[in-house]
Each structure stands twice: as C-alpha cells, then as structure tokens.
C-alpha cells in the first residue's frame, strides 16, 4: 500500500528544509494538495474557520428566526387568549350591569306603586271636597242645572208611577215650568238643596240630589284610590 495515502508533505518557505506529516495532525492541517508551504497551511487555516464561522452564523440566525418565529405564536396565542377573556369578563361585566339596573328599576316601580297607593285616598278624599266646592256654587249661580238633574232623575224612573218630586224651595218654580207635565208632582222641601231632586215612588225613591251623586262619585274615587 503506498504510504503518501495517510502522509503530507510541508516545506519551509524560504528554506529547503521539507517536513512529512502523517496520520491525524495531517487531517488538522489544511492544503490543497500533497505538498504545502506554511503561507499555504495559514491560509487554509483561515479559509476552514471562516467557512466555520459562516456555517455556525447561519445556524445562530436560523435558531434566532426560529425562536422569533416561536415567540411570535406564543405571543398572537396569548393575545388572542387575552382578547377572549376580555370579551368574557366585558359581557359579563354588562350582564351584571344590566341586572342590577333591572333589579333598581323593579324597586322603584315598588315605592312609586306604594307611594301612589299611599296618596291615592288622601288625593280621592282632597278631589271629592273640591268638587263639592265647585259644583254646589255652579248649581247655585245656574238654575238650569238643577233643572237637567230633575230630568234625568225622571229619566231614570221611567216605567214607575211617580209620586211626588222634592226639590230645594228656591227651586221649585223653576223646576215646575221645566217638567210640565209632571208640574202637579213638585213638591218644595227645605231638606232638599239646590242641585237635585228626590223622586218618591210607589215602589221606592230614587235620590238623585247633589249630595246623593257626590257622595257615589267619593266613593268611586276611594275606590280607584284603593281606599275601602
């Protein structure tokens, strides 16, 4: 077997001394053929590092863009994960929001009821007087009222022998030329005021004086109000 296989040969430069190197420190040392001058080792030296340094460079950068890559989805993970319990905790923030707006809603739907039904009587009972007020000194100034309350009055007994009709002595005239044909039936009372009639059947009366309809419009009042 021919023994330059595993040998190289280095000379000196400016020198003719020559030096055979063999077996590993031959693989170390960098040439381009079988014989090599020191310039020659040095550069092959440096040519081997810096393809070295180029090789470990580039695998730095593709570990370094890994990791960015890397980061990056981690990072878009988490902002996404971030975003959704965001979302969650903001609709739940609202619902909780809306609840309570409901529950203050309800309640005060209760104290304005119990407030309205608390002023309802007080308010039925303050109308009521006013009315009173009111309409008595309208029947007083205007006659004809009392009389259209005579004709419903009649109104409301037809069909029923009527026996007499009371109203207020001061009303009485004008009551009679307003009912001609039941003139005969008008009776003047000091107990009747001006305003009404009480027109007496054979089977019954039916007090349609101003009192008697006040008094049913207080109750109907009271009762809207809830009052007993």
């Keep these: 077997m021919n023994s330059s296989v595993n040998r190289r040969i280095f000379r000196a430069e400016e020198s003719d001394d020559v030096y055979v190197i063999g077996g590993p420190l031959r693989l170390a040392l960098a040439a381009d053929g079988p014989m090599a ?18 090789t470990a460079r580039d695998e730095a950068e593709a570990i370094m863009a890994s990791a960015r890559t890397e980061a ?8 996404l994960a971030g975003y959704a319990a965001g979302i969650q905790q903001a609709e739940a923030n609202v619902a909780a929001c809306i609840d309570t707006m409901r529950t203050a809603a309800r309640d005060g739907l209760a104290i304005r009821d119990g407030v309205i039904d608390d002023a309802m009587p007080a308010m039925a009972r303050a109308i009521a007087m006013a009315a009173r007020r009111i309409v008595g000194a309208a029947y007083r100034d205007d006659p004809s009222l009392t009389n259209e309350a005579c ?3 009649v109104r409301a007994a037809a069909g029923q022998q009527i026996l007499s009709i009371r109203v207020s002595p001061d009303a009485a005239d004008s009551v009679r030329a307003t009912l001609l044909d039941l ?18 059947l054979r089977h019954g009366s039916i007090d349609a004086t101003l009192d008697a309809r006040l008094d049913l419009m207080e109750l109907a009042l009271r009762a809207a109000g809830g009052a007993g």
Aim: aromatic content about 2%; glycine content about 12%.
């Design 151 to 153: 004709i419903e009055a």
């Design 72 to 79: 990056g989805s981690i990072h878009e993970a988490a902002r």
């Design 183 to 200: 003139a005969d039936y008008v009776r003047p009372e000091a107990g009747v005021d001006i305003g009404g009639c009480i027109i007496d």
């Design 37 to 54: 001058t020191v310039t020659d080792l040095i550069a092959g030296a440096q040519r081997r590092g810096e393809a070295a340094v180029e």
